[in-house]
């Protein structure tokens, strides 16, 4: 539509299933390259995505005319399809149900490139559990620790 313009960044955040570490260091970068491109093909313009052995952090612009719960039961959905086509993992692999999605302002977009791209780094003080209850309460999102996440098998 024309003189339409948007500038939407979200940051989607999403663990396998109970938390399992399955993304290895030899399937890491296909799985990550996989989602990002998963987000491209909707429209959205991927900016990175990185993650740890059990969950992964996607930055994107998102084009308005895909929700975000759209694009992430595709991006859950064929990723984790392809996960199991491609045998990446050793076993069967499953996102978790469920995901966080956290806006931000242009101004912030190199902050929040920086802290995904240093996950590792990050994850070596504060394990996922934590991380994503901070991000709940820093963006005031009520919530009930219970209904979180799946229990560990």
Not at 11 to 23: H, T
């Amino acid at each position: 539509m024309s003189n339409t313009f948007h500038q939407v960044y979200i940051q989607a955040v999403f663990a396998v299933k109970y938390r399992e570490a399955l993304i290895t260091v030899e399937c890491k970068s296909k799985i990550l390259g996989v989602i990002g491109n998963l987000i491209n093909e909707t429209g959205c313009k991927t900016i990175i995505v990185n993650g740890t052995e059990d969950h992964v952090h996607c930055f994107f612009g998102l084009k308005p005319t895909v929700s975000i719960s759209e694009l992430m039961r595709i991006v859950k959905g064929k990723s984790s399809k392809y996960i199991n086509d491609n045998q990446l993992t050793t076993s069967r692999f499953e996102w978790q149900e469920g995901y966080g999605a956290f806006s931000y302002s242009q101004s912030h977009i190199d902050a929040v490139y920086k802290y995904i791209k240093n996950q590792e780094e990050h994850h070596k003080k504060q394990n996922f559990k934590d991380e994503y209850f901070s991000f709940l309460e820093k963006f005031n999102v009520k919530f009930e620790q219970k209904h979180v996440f799946q229990n560990l098998i």
